[in-house]
């Protein structure tokens, strides 16, 4: 077996564990819930709202959206790889998430579709894209 090899058998066993995968859509679900978080408190709503339910409010599209990500691109399969699974979970949470604020009567302005997606990129596809360089730092 070639050292090349070794690494490539690694890396993909790595990436096959449940433990992994669970972790993986448990990361993705915080970024997504401090994502809402996030955006709640830059607009002076406070991060619960009135009677503790504004995160939730906030947040349950996207989430739902998430899940929806993680069917689509089999994240299981794969949890560490930004454009085979981080990409399809990210476009999924994103134009899913929209749709759901957009049905429940919740904002999409442009502005806030545009934040949304770069910020969702940044989370959900970028710590795949560390966790992926240290899979292979470690390997080496």
């Known amino acids: 077996m070639t050292p090349d090899s070794e690494e490539r058998t690694a890396t993909a066993r790595l990436r096959s564990r449940p433990r992994v995968a669970a972790l993986a859509f448990a990361a993705d679900a915080v970024l997504v819930v401090v994502f809402a978080a996030i955006g709640r408190a830059s607009h ?3 991060v619960l709202g009135p009677g503790g339910s504004g995160l939730v409010q906030t947040s349950w599209p996207f989430v739902v959206a998430l899940v929806l990500g993680w069917l689509a691109a089999s ?3 794969r949890p560490l790889a930004p454009v085979r699974t981080g990409i399809p979970i990210w476009i999924v949470t994103v134009a899913g998430g929209m749709l759901l604020r957009a049905v429940s009567g919740q904002g999409t302005a442009l502005a806030f579709v545009i934040v949304a997606a770069v910020t969702l990129l940044v989370l959900l596809v ?5 966790a992926e360089l240290v899979a292979r730092r470690a390997a080496s």
Do not use: A, D
């Open 44 to 46: 002076e709503q406070g």
């Open 75 to 77: 994240g299981w399969r």
């Open 126 to 130: 970028g710590w795949r894209v560390v």
